[in-house]
């Protein structure tokens, strides 16, 4: 069955350093999306991506963050300058049409900042 | 602003049995989706079962049945047959059909143990 990969699974990064979060969505899925979970929190919208171009963004998603589908496989989200507060799981998505169908997820990459 | 409630932070349940998981939300829309969504321990998100609004047939799947009340906005969550493997995280998200985006709300959880 396909399956939307993320990878690393955990990673520790010193505050202020840059981070980049891989995703490989479900290879015929066009809309492709992340979110985060904070520790005892709810899971939160970041961002949407269609057509090579980020289609809705939340508040949380400002300049610190960037996404990128840089070779047509890999969907990145990158976090320039990393707080504590960036700690989280955070999921990457994919799903073949922007609503109502069924939006497959990763298995999340821990990011703890310290 | 939609938002997204379930009322129930742990429950548990003994194999075999039935229990019910309750979701409520708030929107101000007609036409959208919601969705349950089960995370076991290996964290990944898997889609349980999904109810359309405009349709008044209650959503099943297996041994999995949603009670939809609009008018009510609740979206409770029955799993009947109980086994081992439902333990998990069960979130209760909305998808609103406004705009061309899907951006679903989340509640905050239910944690399911199912115990032998």
């Known amino acids: 069955e396909p399956e939307v990969t993320q990878t690393p699974s955990h990673q520790v990064t010193q505050m202020g350093q840059e981070v980049i979060l891989r995703c490989v969505p479900i290879s015929n899925h066009l809309y492709f999306y992340w979110y985060r979970q904070i520790l005892g929190q709810k899971v939160e919208f970041l961002v949407s991506?269609?057509?090579?171009?980020?289609?809705?963004k939340s508040e949380i998603f400002d300049d610190q963050f960037s996404v990128e589908r840089p070779d047509g496989s890999n969907f990145t989200l990158k976090i320039r300058s990393t707080k504590l507060e960036d700690s989280a799981m955070y999921f990457c998505?994919?799903?073949?049409?922007?609503?109502?169908?069924?939006?497959?997820f990763g298995q999340g990459t821990r990011l703890t900042v310290v | 602003a939609q938002t997204v409630t379930q009322s129930q932070p742990e429950m548990s349940v003994q194999e075999a049995e039935t229990v019910t998981l309750s979701c409520t939300y708030d929107t101000s829309e007609s036409n959208y989706y919601l969705f349950w969504y089960k995370q076991p321990p290996s964290r990944q998100m898997i889609l349980v079962i999904r109810?359309?609004?405009?349709k008044q047939q209650n959503a099943t799947e297996n041994r999995f049945s949603v009670n939809f009340q609009k008018a009510a906005k609740s979206f409770s969550l029955k799993i009947s047959d109980s086994q081992l493997g439902d333990t998990a995280m069960y979130f209760c998200?909305?998808?609103?059909?406004?705009?061309?985006?899907?951006?679903?709300?989340w509640g905050l959880g239910t944690s399911l143990a199912v115990n032998p």
């Open positions: 998200a909305f998808d609103s059909n406004a705009g061309n985006n899907r951006k679903l709300i």
């Open positions: 998505a994919s799903s073949d049409s922007p609503r109502g169908n069924e939006a497959f």
């Open positions: 109810q359309e609004a405009y």
């Open positions: 991506f269609y057509n090579n171009e980020i289609s809705e």
